[in-house]
C-alpha cells in the first residue's frame, strides 16, 4: 500500500505563476516530511522539509504547508522560473520512532515551467 | 566536493550475470542507502546501513545482497541479474543526528543506469 501518494503525475505552468505541488500520506506516524527535486540523469537532490510540529516552511521561492488532519503537504513555488522543471519527490519519515531517517517517497510530479 | 560517488554509471548485463554497484561517500555519514527508480514507480528502498557493520531490508530487497564495507562504502550485488532488476539504482547517504532538524536529508550519487537482457 502507497503511504506516500503524489497524484498528479504532471503540471505545467507558466513562468512567474505559482507551481503548486500536492502530497499526501496515510501513516500517521510520519513526523517529517521533504520535498527533493530531480533533473534528468542526475541525483535527486534535497530541495525544503518540515517537521510535524509546525505547519509551514519558507526558504526563498519555496513554502511548504503541512495540513497533519488532512494528512497533506504542498510545496508552493513562486515566482516559477523554467530552470524549476523536473520532477518533484515528496518524501517522509518516522523520526521518533528511530526509523534511522528511512525516506518513503512518492511517485513524483513532473513539473514543466513553461517560459 | 565529490559527495557520492557511484559506479559504474552504465551497466548491460544478460540474465544470470552477477555485478556489484559500488557506493562511496566522502561526508563522514553513519547512514547509506540503495534506492532504486522505475518508471512510475517513484524511488523505492532496497537496503540501508544505519551504521558501520549493519544493514537492513527495505521496501524491495529481494534478489540483492549488500555490504558495508566500511565507513565511507557500502555495495550492492546483484547474485542473478534478472530483466525486473533493470533500473536506475541510486546510493544516498545521511548524517544523523536526533536533535539536528536539519539532518536526515539524504544526499544523493547520480545514479547506475543497469539494463539486464
Known amino acids: 500500500d502507497q503511504q506516500v501518494k503524489q497524484n498528479s503525475p504532471s503540471l505545467s505552468v507558466q513562468e512567474g505563476r505559482i507551481s503548486i505541488l500536492n502530497c499526501d500520506y496515510t501513516?500517521?506516524?510520519?513526523?517529517?516530511f521533504l520535498w527533493y527535486k530531480k533533473y534528468p540523469a542526475e541525483g535527486p537532490t534535497f530541495l525544503i522539509s518540515i517537521s510535524s510540529i509546525k505547519d509551514k516552511n519558507e526558504d526563498g521561492r519555496f513554502t511548504v504547508f503541512l495540513n497533519k488532519s488532512a494528512k497533506h503537504l504542498s510545496l508552493h513555488i513562486v515566482p516559477s522560473q523554467p530552470g524549476d522543471s523536473a520532477v518533484y519527490f515528496c518524501a517522509a519519515s518516522w523520526r521518533r520512532g528511530g526509523s534511522n531517517y528511512k525516506l518513503t517517497f512518492g511517485k513524483g510530479t513532473l513539473l514543466t515551467v513553461n517560459p | 566536493n565529490a559527495g557520492v560517488t557511484q559506479t559504474p554509471k552504465f551497466q548491460v548485463l544478460k540474465t544470470g550475470q552477477s555485478m556489484t554497484l559500488q557506493c562511496a561517500q566522502d561526508?563522514?555519514?553513519?547512514?547509506m542507502y540503495w534506492y532504486r527508480q522505475d518508471p512510475g514507480m517513484g524511488l523505492r528502498l532496497i537496503y540501508y546501513?544505519?551504521?558501520?557493520?549493519?544493514?537492513d531490508k527495505g521496501e524491495v530487497p529481494n534478489g540483492y545482497n549488500v555490504s558495508r564495507l566500511n565507513k565511507r562504502e557500502f555495495s550492492l550485488r546483484l547474485e542473478s541479474a534478472a530483466p525486473s532488476q533493470t533500473s536506475v539504482y541510486f546510493c544516498?547517504?545521511?548524517?544523523?543526528?536526533?536533535?539536528?532538524?536539519?539532518?536526515?536529508?539524504?544526499?544523493f550519487g547520480e545514479g547506475s543506469r543497469l539494463t539486464v537482457l
Open positions: 544516498a547517504s545521511s548524517g544523523d543526528s536526533p536533535n539536528n532538524p536539519n539532518t536526515g536529508e539524504l544526499f
Open positions: 561526508m563522514n555519514h553513519n547512514s
Open positions: 546501513s544505519a551504521s558501520e557493520g549493519t544493514t
Open positions: 501513516n500517521s506516524m510520519f513526523d517529517y
